[in-house]
């Protein structure tokens, strides 16, 4: 394996270039493979090869790694695995420690509690990931190699993952890890592999331990050229130490040629001044026409509305086009929605992948009214508001939607004391030959008298009838699969909610409700019976934890992805948002279930590669590096001087460090 160092833009671009003309010059139908940690820069390098420099790519294949483990998948066994989410392994671990198996009864209690599971999966995903052997390190803290201290809880957690495991094994439960290690094992036999002259890893600077072997079983038995992204420099640069670590204990042991260093060791790039604490080093200028911008704002809505002016005045004549342009934050969550509605306002399209909660969608809150109804005894504020919704299903329930009142239903369960409870709706019937008379005091302290009809009452009675009927009529226990049938039946009934027949159409909430009751039906492998209150609970947690993505990339327009997706991407223009404390850098915490000294004995002493969680500090400060580093022109930060509250929030210490670099040069 040959391992070519250098920062993304624009020296690993420029070399991945020039081999692959090195290999098409010899032979144009030479077969090349180029892998890529992520599909957006996999299109990068599509833009790259054959927009930018007019090359063909005959014969040259650009797959993403999670897409060669399908590939080769496929290949060994010709079916695909059902791959399971975190929401569902985080249930079977639920499970798990709800029927206090083997290994769960420390844990007990912690499945009740808001987010316990989702923070204990994340750390078994961790060591699942890590291919950590509960058996060897459970071996290891008997010699002692773990602190005392740690021992107890270790040891609980290392029997808790056995658990698991077998857990796993018996039910035929499969996430991602296992197909890397099927693709892993499929490695030395692949036809699709065997095929290509070169294969090319281009632009990850960090893996798992599943996804380390996996790249190492392709570079131990076919030709192989790694573009890493690391700015090699004695001594180490403070910006690349995330990336020094990973290539000195993964990559550099490996390589069967010295590695070639694209920087030249006396003078480094201009941006090499961020994080770096060495005053001897020499640095090259900025190029005169590279400009930075650091602005402060006032909120996030004007934080997104100043830059979205700026992009207007910057493509007003033409020069610079819009999908030259990358609109980044360190995470989407909160900019999501503010960055659609500002962006339509000034009517600048948008490309990119763009993901919002599904729990803000007027239908699933719908989902949830409805899903609730039961437990909460049919409360009367619940039912208004379930009727007061635009995708309530009137006509199929003998009503006219175009006569339903629920602004005078409600008035009228007011009048009539209705808080909850079958009975008290009964108390409606009384009403089906007279009307209800309600005298309120206007905003004028005059007396008014509002009439409410007869058949008003009647149709709210029938409605009401109907749900009930409908909601009491399921079983007190069921299957994850019959209750996701009978789920799908009353949304279809009482909101509208069906497969959508428009395979082209993009995802909506409709789609992704009716999905994760697909979902949860295949809860079957972890336990057959569910009592209807937790498949409600359960139903609902997953609605509020799953998004809609909206796919635009190959839209063209402005780029909108967050820090960790724009790695390896480059743009004329880059606006970095949200550079404020806590924000950028995001605030980092150890692991409640497995501190760093126990991260760092797995990885140390044992070779499985469980990263700590304080590391990310300098992860972080690579992310900045490569932002400043992607813009070619213009780079604009901003961070706000306070939040839409009023709250004065600090900027982020990386602006000083910023201001501090283009000082010095």
Known sequence: MQTILGPFNPDLEDSLVEEILKYKDADLLSPLLILTPSDLLRRRLKILLSRERRLALLNVQLLTFYQLALRLQAESSGTALELRTDLFLEEALRQIIRTRQPGAEPFAGIEERAGGCAALWQTLRALRDGLVDPTVALDALGEGHFSQRASERTSQLLVLLRTFQQFCRRQKITDQSDLNRY????????????????????GFYDLTQIQVDFFHAVARHYPTTLYFPYLSAKPSHGAWRFAERFYERYVQGHNTEPAQNLESQGVLPASARL???????????????????IVSTFGIHDEVAAAAKEILRLTEDGKLHLHEIGFVTRSLESYSQVVKDIFHQHRIPLAGTLEEPLVQFPLTKA???LLNLPAKDFVRSQVIDLLSSPYFQFQNIDANPASVRPDLWDLATRELAICKGVAEWRRLRRYSHRDLELRQMSDDEEPRKILIRSGQLICLAKIVDALTVDLLRLPDQASWQEYAAAWKDLLKKYLGIAPNTKTTAPRDPNEEILEILDQLAGLD???NRVARNDFSHTFQHWLERSSVTEDRRNRDGVMVLNASAARGLTFRAVFVLGMNEGV???TIREDAFLRDRDREVLDRDLGYKVSQKLAAFDEEKLLFTLLVGAAREQLYCSFQRGDDSGTAVAPSWYVDELKRALDDS
Request: aromatic share 18%; net charge neutral.
């Open 525 to 527: 492998s972890v336990d």
């Open 584 to 586: 950028f850098p995001r």
């Open 367 to 369: 989902v949830i009214l």
């Open 183 to 202: 693709a892993t094992e499929q490695v030395p036999a692949s036809r699709f592999l065997k095929q290509f002259s070169q294969i090319f890893y281009y």
């Open 275 to 293: 994080f770096d604490d060495n005053k001897e080093r020499k640095y090259g200028e900025l190029p005169n026409h590279w400009q930075c911008h």
